[in-house]
């Protein structure tokens, strides 16, 4: 897995994928779903393409009520592609699971040999530093899924980041890792502050899968299509709004930005 300092690119979010030096060396794909029969067939289909690991997260129509029975499901879905790699995806505000991922970590690898890390998509900033500090001793990866928090996670240990602003905010992502690499935390601070002014915006203005969409179309020139049912297409205005923000921050380049531009990030 990579330590912080290591480029980051651009990543599906439902893909976990390791950051390296040289591209993306390993593909860890996400085999989690309502059913177990098709979370096995889904591990077992990865396997048989050469994936490097698989990840789940946590049922969410019929929801595990503890830790045990979040972790017997694990170790089935591990159980079908028993020479990979598995690692949990902890995300609690979408599956509305609430069992703290310190708690899942305790003793997984005894029920589940082949667990190697976390995918942490919370701000839960001391459940993630716990599932650091306890677990210190094993070569886990910390995979930080919080964009916005990112510089956090790294003082507390994080080995790594995947999320879905890196697709068209990864220059600027990359230009913190680098200060937090030098020990030049005030840039790094700046860098995600930076990054926060853009997240905050778009938040504000109604943000999720739909916008991600509209903004990485605008940002790389590639059509991404619209979304798939019950999600909406993001409305013109806010595609206007977020496009300004963009070039207000300095993240687009154009040649009529004014000089002097207070708000724009260096």
């Known amino acids: 897995m990579a330590s912080p300092k290591k480029k980051l690119q651009g990543l599906v979010a439902a893909t976990i994928t390791p950051m390296t030096e040289h591209g993306l060396d390993q593909v860890v794909i996400h085999v989690g779903a309502l059913s177990l029969k098709e979370s096995q067939e889904l591990a077992q289909h990865a396997a048989e393409i050469g994936a490097d690991g698989i990840a789940v997260i946590a049922p969410f129509f019929l929801k595990p009520w503890n ?55 919370d701000t839960d900033l001391l459940d993630f530093g716990q599932c650091v500090d306890q677990n210190r001793q ?9 964009d916005e928090q990112l510089l956090s996670a790294l003082v507390m240990g994080a080995t790594g980041a995947v999320g879905s602003t890196y697709n068209y905010l990864g220059k600027k992502t990359n230009q ?91």
Do not use: W
């Open 67 to 121: 830790k045990d029975v979040l972790i017997n499901f694990l170790k089935e879905v591990a159980a079908a592609a028993p020479a990979l790699p598995f690692y949990y995806y902890h995300i609690p505000a979408l599956t509305g699971v609430k069992i703290r991922a310190e708690e899942v970590l305790d003793g997984i690898q005894e029920k589940i040999p082949t667990f190697q890390g976390l995918k942490f998509s």
């Open 138 to 146: 094993r070569q886990f990866a910390f995979l930080f899924g919080v």
């Open 176 to 266: 913190m890792l680098e200060a937090f690499e030098r020990k030049d935390f005030s840039s790094a601070l700046n860098h995600q502050f930076c990054i926060q002014r853009f997240i905050n915006f778009v938040v504000k203005l109604g943000f999720g899968v739909s916008q991600t969409k509209a903004i990485m179309t605008l940002v790389s020139g590639i059509p991404m299509g619209p979304p798939r049912l019950p999600l909406q297409k993001a409305s013109r205005e806010f595609t206007d709004n977020a496009e300004a923000k963009l070039r207000s921050l300095d993240f687009l380049s154009f040649n009529d930005l004014k000089d002097g531009n207070l708000e724009a990030c260096s």
